[in-house]
């Protein structure tokens, strides 16, 4: 008995190890299949959207004035106020958008000017990527591409990139100026000749576009920056574009148009944003941060080749207003891990900074645009920039920097969505029209993606009783 039984054993043995050595891409076969129909499973559930993305009976604009706007969610912190007023609301989608990108995404901020707004978007894309610069009309209610980064820069070089995420801003040349910034970090590779990102300018009459400096810190991006328009001073901080490009971090670089040169660079940066004060030309960030409070550092154009300063001030510096007629800047934190986003008024005059209070008005308050009326008084911004702005009804909020009040003027969430299938999950770009009674907010657009795939704008027309 005992015979049979180590021939069935050896039998067994034998058998399952002739299927190992014959068979041995079972496993990864079955594996390979389990992906296979997991992709499937998520391709099925994730909708085919058109594009260009459209509104509804073939227009252009769609323009609502519904008591919705002033219904928030159960997310709202008790002491925010709703406005009462009824808001207009303007929507549109960006043209261009004519094919399905990496994720079509806005990363800089926009300027209201002359009686227009100016906006960037891109694809993200990249070695081969790009990205358009706009003029919308709010009389006419229209927009139009002024240019894009292919036409000015397409077919000189094989690193094309796909985002810019500084901001725009106009010369007293009249013409538009702006950086641009890589589509994703292996993008900007030996591999692909990269040897640094662009300064731009376009003349907003005619879409002329020209470069004005090529790499002017090798093997750096440019996702922040700000022009001193009297001066004719392009501020950049800049992004090493690898890891191994990183030897001094971020790196901030003062560039004189006129002279055609860099005139200032050096290492500890800003990364994201600074600001300018207009009525002396300074420049102020807080070094190699984000967003979080930090020692700040002034640079003055009347010693360009000197080095950054450090003064006395503290403050958070993720997104900063211009400066007001009596020197106020406004500026506010990123927030995260524990601390919440707070806004900061600081003094140009006498280099004050001053906490001021929080700025969220729910769950979210990633804030990167921060806007001033021509009052001084009423700063406008749009919580959850990256994502997430739509949990707390995607609201546009006035914070009244002297009673520290907050205030939405309008949710845009879930109206658009029930209506045109459209969701505001965030923002990069707002401006407030120097008349101050419209906002022009450039949104990150989700049609029922995961995140979003698509831009819009929106123009909040914020009624007289509200900016009283």
């Known amino acids: 008995m005992l015979l049979p039984r180590m021939t069935k054993l050896l039998l067994a043995v034998v058998g399952a190890f002739c299927l190992y050595v014959l068979l041995p891409d079972v496993e990864p076969a079955l594996g390979q299949e389990k992906t296979k129909a997991k992709e499937k499973k998520k391709k099925a559930a994730a909708p085919e959207l058109p594009f260009p993305p459209t509104l509804p009976d073939g227009k252009t604009v769609l323009t609502v004035t519904s008591d919705e706007f002033l219904k928030g969610p159960g997310t709202l912190d008790k002491d925010v106020l709703i406005a009462k007023s009824i808001p207009t609301v303007d929507f549109l989608f960006y043209p261009g958008q004519i094919y399905k990108a990496s994720i079509w995404s806005n990363w800089g901020d926009g300027l209201a000017i002359n009686g227009k707004y100016y906006s960037s978007i891109g694809d993200h894309n990249a070695p081969k990527g790009n990205a358009y610069v706009y003029e919308y009309d709010p009389a006419k209610k229209a927009m139009r591409v002024l240019t894009d980064l292919a036409s000015v820069i397409g077919g000189m070089f094989r690193y094309l990139p796909g985002k810019i995420h500084g901001r725009i801003d106009m010369g007293k040349d009249g013409w538009l100026y702006y950086s641009t910034h890589r589509g994703a970090v292996n993008a900007t590779s030996d591999a692909n000749e990269y040897k640094g990102d662009w300064i731009i300018k376009c003349d907003p009459k005619t879409g002329k576009s020209e470069v004005v400096a090529y790499a002017p810190v090798a093997k750096h991006c440019i996702p922040n920056s700000v022009l001193d328009p009297e001066r004719m001073i392009f501020y950049g901080g800049t992004a090493p574009g690898s890891s191994k490009d990183d030897?001094?971090?971020?790196?901030?670089?003062?560039?004189?148009?006129?002279?055609?040169?860099?005139?200032?660079?050096?290492?500890?940066?800003?990364?994201?944003?600074?600001?300018?004060?207009?009525?002396?030309?300074?420049?102020?960030?807080?070094?190699?941060?984000?967003?979080?409070?930090?020692?700040?550092?002034?640079?003055?154009?009347?010693?360009?080749?000197?080095?950054?300063?450090?003064?006395?001030?503290?403050?958070?510096?993720?997104?900063?207003?211009?400066?007001?007629?009596?020197?106020?800047?406004?500026?506010?934190?990123?927030?995260?891990?524990?601390?919440?986003?707070?806004?900061?008024?600081?003094?140009?005059?006498?280099?004050?900074?001053?906490?001021?209070?929080?700025?969220?008005?729910?769950?979210?308050?990633?804030?990167?645009?921060?806007?001033?009326?021509?009052?001084?008084?009423?700063?406008?911004?749009?919580?959850?920039?990256?994502?997430?702005?739509?949990?707390?009804?995607?609201?546009?909020?006035?914070?009244?920097?002297?009673?520290?009040?907050?205030?939405?003027?309008?949710?845009?969430?879930?109206?658009?969505?029930?209506?045109?299938?459209?969701?505001?999950?965030?923002?990069?770009?707002?401006?407030?029209?120097?008349?101050?009674?419209?906002?022009?907010?450039?949104?990150?657009?989700?049609?029922?993606?995961?995140?979003?795939?698509?831009?819009?704008?929106?123009?909040?027309?914020?009624?007289?009783?509200?900016?009283?």
């Not at 919580?383 to 995607?394: C, E, K, T, V």
Request: proline content about 7%; overall charge positive.
């Open 247 to 468: 030897i001094n971090g971020v790196q901030f670089f003062a560039y004189d148009i006129a002279a055609k040169k860099v005139v200032y660079s050096g290492p500890d940066g800003p990364p994201r944003y600074m600001i300018f004060a207009k009525s002396n030309g300074r420049v102020y960030y807080v070094p190699g941060s984000d967003g979080s409070v930090g020692t700040m550092m002034r640079y003055d154009p009347a010693k360009p080749s000197d080095a950054p300063i450090k003064i006395g001030a503290s403050l958070g510096l993720r997104a900063a207003t211009q400066e007001t007629a009596d020197g106020m800047v406004y500026t506010v934190s990123k927030g995260g891990k524990g601390n919440p986003a707070m806004m900061y008024s600081f003094n140009t005059k006498t280099e004050e900074a001053k906490e001021i209070g929080p700025v969220a008005v729910g769950g979210r308050d990633y804030i990167t645009s921060l806007d001033v009326d021509p009052t001084g008084r009423y700063v406008y911004y749009i919580p959850g920039a990256h994502g997430g702005s739509q949990d707390d009804g995607s609201p546009i909020v006035q914070f009244n920097v002297k009673t520290k009040t907050r205030k939405v003027i309008a949710f845009l969430h879930p109206y658009f969505k029930d209506k045109i299938g459209a969701t505001h999950v965030g923002t990069f770009s707002s401006a407030v029209d120097p008349a101050g009674d419209k906002i022009y907010v450039t949104w990150n657009v989700s049609r029922g993606s995961r995140a979003w795939d698509c831009c819009a704008l929106t123009v909040v027309h914020v009624p007289e009783a509200e900016r009283k």
